[in-house]
């Protein structure tokens, strides 16, 4: 197994973290990878924001779901789904009166524009993960920056356009730490060869089996009666991803109203 191949198996989500701060050449590393990662026409829909002052971590930690892990790490990297730099560049050059004299119609930023932003965004974070480990540094990817993308917007001061899409708490691994990793479905109910395969009952049955036996132990409390009950309770079900929706759901209005908008206009 190559050098590479070994980090991806053995990278684990680390939420323990060492006080010493990252090193600037280190740094240096990680952002260079970001920055290196694939991007759809190179536009680089991203920003990336560095951030070490101890009170805007932990205000962050709260409004990423009061994970206070989030906050002990030496240095947080916040990833940011960006059609704002382009979009004001356009403005700048004259694009908007280019593209009506050509007929062809200008428009604000819209939804496909923020899929290749959320795309571009999160390749970008992942390169900067490897490479982290590659440094001996782990980091623990947090979503739920979007349940209070608003609150976070203002924090982070960000303009029209941007979208705190990942936060990435990051320190060196803890002397002696170890690394538990958790089991993954088996490659024959993932990967299929030319066409998709829709798993049977019994197929079902064996792809959650061993995360069943792991995860689920009933009790008369929870009532739940199998491990797809137990789980969908604890996270799907969870009032916290009905917030996640509502809070997509706006993100997704105010561009499309701004989209169509600009058409109108």
Not at 83 to 105: D, F, M, S, T
């Amino acid at each position: 197994m190559n050098h590479v191949s070994q980090l991806l198996k053995e990278r684990v989500s680390l939420r323990r973290y060492e006080k010493r701060a990252i090193r600037e050449e280190d740094m240096e590393v990680i952002l260079n990878a970001a920055l290196s990662s694939p991007s759809a026409c190179n536009q680089m829909h991203y920003s990336i924001l560095k951030i070490e002052d101890e009170e805007r971590k932990g205000q962050i930690a709260e409004l990423c779901n009061h994970q206070k892990f989030i906050a002990a790490a030496p240095v947080i990297l916040i990833f940011l789904a960006d059609q704002h730099k382009w979009n004001r560049y356009n403005q700048l050059k004259g694009v908007p009166e280019y593209a009506r004299a050509e007929g062809i119609g200008f428009r604000e930023p819209g939804l496909s524009d923020l899929l290749l932003a959320f795309e571009d965004t999160m390749i970008a974070a992942h390169s900067a993960v490897i490479a982290a480990e590659s440094l001996g540094i782990g980091s623990c990817y947090i979503g739920s920056t979007l349940v209070n993308d608003e609150e976070l917007s203002r924090l982070l001061d960000l303009p029209p356009h941007v979208v705190p899409l990942m936060v990435l708490p990051m320190s060196y691994y803890p002397e002696n730490f170890k690394r538990v990793h958790t089991p993954r479905f088996e490659k024959r109910f993932v990967v299929f060869e030319e066409t998709y395969h829709a798993l049977n009952d019994e197929e079902l049955e064996e792809m959650f089996q061993s995360q069943a036996e792991r995860y689920y132990h009933p009790s008369e409390k929870e009532r739940a009666e199998n491990y797809a009950q137990s789980f969908y309770k604890k996270k799907t079900g969870h009032p916290f991803m009905t917030q996640m929706t509502e809070s997509l759901e706006q993100i997704l209005s105010r561009w499309h109203k701004k989209w169509r908008q600009t058409e109108r206009d």
